[in-house]
């Protein structure tokens, strides 16, 4: 169908037989379980890791480990085969696991005695520790916060990566340059469309067009996304409103 | 690589992710003028008619359509009701992202409870109300509550234009038609049709809310005849005294129990408008010596002509010569 690459159609009715992530990681097909755990891990491990150091107060290292140990058992599908859809959203399930699991710590001696069984995932740490350098230093926030803007974060970041890649491979780099700037940069939105067409070499009106394509583009990914990590009609809407800000 | 992104990058993301693409429509975005709670407010420019116009563009995800359907439902209720009172809605129709959106005249005033800070006669402030009641009692006969009256939802433009705006939660009632201006029954009390939502679900805002709105009752007009009581009252709190009919007039269209409220809009502005004139409201009873009070102060001029005519005569018959 020509709609499925935008997400349910011109209307954006999403099909609701589509398979949420939870049933993908729950497929007896194990390359579809492994790519759902994936898309899971990605969009979730550096929430995870910040959430651990921030809110837990943990150094560095006892975070990898512990983030470790998280997406470990993740994989293994013991968490998510206890996750029950109609009880709690995805993202609290995983962070009210992350709560378990940091509170368990006294079982770190065990933790680390498992040895060949943890599957260790090839995650950048230091990128994620660097990053924490950049946040604001809050002087109060609730857990769940904390937990949504970083999952809010991961999930920007790899919508504008993904759209970076459909971007260069439909020659339209021009249009990713341009929401970078505006959007995505320090002082963009300071520039004139002037000034911009002229950098670009491209026509005022065409920097009107190019960013408001780029900006569409951004919004259905992210929705898409969103969408794949999510599992239920009722949990997109509300996860879709939270990180697009609206409210009802 | 993935990037790190700021959180004032977040916000600027998330403000993009809601800016309508109007590619393919005759309009242009110029900013954004505000957040609603269905849809953000955007200035446009109308290339076909060169001019500026708000495009009203559905923020919400809304899988199932049934936000679209609200958003399009309130641009025609808005678009029935053409009154002076009430902006008028000149287009509508879907973005190319599927999300809805109806065009409406830009409104260039100032939210009621700003403009109000600048007014300070009582007497101003109430002629006013008089606008924002004539405007709901306008839609009433069109057989439509509001249903969120607040000073927020009422503009005050340049030119003292009085607008109801921010139809989102309105509920129509009854079809009218074009015509009819008499109460429609389907408003009258105790209409077993008429929900505030389908669900029960509470709408509205607290504290300008009838009592029945918040418990998700059945509402009818005299919901917002609460809501332009407790208008009324957030434009006369301000005053140094209120006067005692006033405040009748006030707790009675505010009254807990809707059957003991004024029972229309219109029965509400006549009051106000015969507090106004200085004449006795309806809710007020006043004693002799008040009711004479005010039958001095309105035909004042007449009295001091009479006791002028009185003096005069007096001090005729007094020097007249002997």
């Known amino acids: ?48 890791y910040k959430y651990i150091r921030l809110h837990w107060g943990k150094g560095n290292e006892e975070a990898k480990d512990l983030t470790q140990e998280f997406f470990s058992r993740l994989v293994e599908r ?15 399930y995983l962070r009210v696991c992350v709560d378990g699991l940091v509170m368990n710590e006294d079982k770190a001696a065990q933790r680390l005695k498992r040895g060949g069984q943890v599957t260790l995932l090839p995650l950048d740490f230091e990128t994620a520790e660097g990053e924490l350098k950049e946040l604001p230093i ?111 | 690589m993935m990037r790190f992104l700021s959180d004032s990058a977040i916000e600027r993301l998330r403000e993009a992710a809601d800016f309508p693409d109007l590619t393919g429509t005759r309009y242009e975005l110029i900013d954004k003028l505000g957040q609603g709670g269905m849809g953000g407010v955007f200035r446009v420019q109308d290339t076909a008619l060169d001019r500026q116009v708000a495009m009203k563009v559905m923020s919400l995800v809304d899988s199932d359509g049934t936000w679209s359907a609200r958003l399009l439902r309130e641009a025609r209720i808005i678009a029935k009701l053409e009154h002076p009172g009430i902006v008028p809605v000149h287009d509508s129709g879907l973005l190319s992202d599927g999300r809805p959106y109806y065009i409406m005249k830009l409104v260039q005033g100032k939210r009621l409870e700003e403009h109000v800070s600048n007014v300070a006669a009582l007497s101003d402030r109430l002629r006013i109300f008089l606008r924002i009641c004539d405007a709901v009692a306008f839609a009433h006969a069109r057989g439509v509550l509001h249903r969120d009256l607040k000073p927020g939802n009422v503009m005050v433009g340049p030119f003292g234009e009085v607008l109801v705006m921010d139809w ?16 429609p029954s389907e408003l009258s009390p105790a209409n077993p049709r008429d929900r505030t939502t389908a669900h029960g ?3 509205g805002t607290p504290g300008f809310m009838a009592p029945e709105q918040t418990r998700g009752d059945s509402v009818d007009q005299r919901a917002d005849v609460y809501s332009l009581g407790a208008i009324l009252q957030f434009l006369s709190v301000d005053s ?3 006067p005692r009919a006033l405040t009748a007039v006030r707790k009675q269209a505010m009254a807990e129990d809707s059957s003991h409220r004024y029972q229309t809009v219109l029965n509400l502005a006549t009051d106000v408008a015969h507090f106004l004139d200085g004449l006795p409201v309806s809710v007020y009873p006043e004693g002799p010596l008040i009711r004479a009070g005010r039958w001095i102060v309105r035909n004042r001029v007449w009295i001091l002509l009479l006791l002028a005519y009185v003096i005069a005569r007096a001090l005729l018959i007094f020097f007249r010569p002997r």
């Open chain 2, 168 to 183: 989102g939660l309105s509920k129509v009632v009854a079809e009218k038609t074009e015509n009819s201006v008499s109460q």
């Open chain 1, 138 to 248: 809050a002087t109060a926030y609730n857990p769940e916060e904390l937990f949504s803007r970083e999952f809010a974060r991961s999930l920007f970041s790899l919508a504008l990566e993904r759209l970076s890649g459909e971007c260069s491979a439909n020659g339209k780099t021009v249009h990713f340059r341009l929401l970078e700037l505006y959007d995505i940069e320090e002082g963009g939105r300071q520039l004139t469309y002037d000034d911009v067409a002229r950098r670009f070499g491209i026509k005022t009106t065409d920097v009107t067009n190019y960013l408001a394509l780029a900006r569409k583009e951004f919004r259905r990914i992210v929705l898409d996304e969103l969408r794949t990590m999510t599992t239920s009609e009722e949990e997109f809407r509300r996860e879709a409103q939270l990180l697009l800000g609206v409210k009802l």
């Open chain 2, 201 to 203: 679900t509470v709408l």
């Open chain 2, 240 to 242: 140094s005294s209120v």
């Open chain 1, 1 to 48: 169908m020509a709609d499925d690459t935008q997400i349910g159609g011109a209307r954006q009715h999403f099909p609701t037989t589509r398979w949420s992530i939870i049933e993908r990681t729950r497929s007896a097909q194990a390359e579809e379980r492994q790519r759902a755990l994936d898309m899971l891990i990605s969009a979730y491990w550096k929430p995870v």
């Open chain 1, 78 to 92: 013991s968490l998510l085969d206890r996750f029950e859809p109609s009880r709690a959203r995805l993202r609290t």
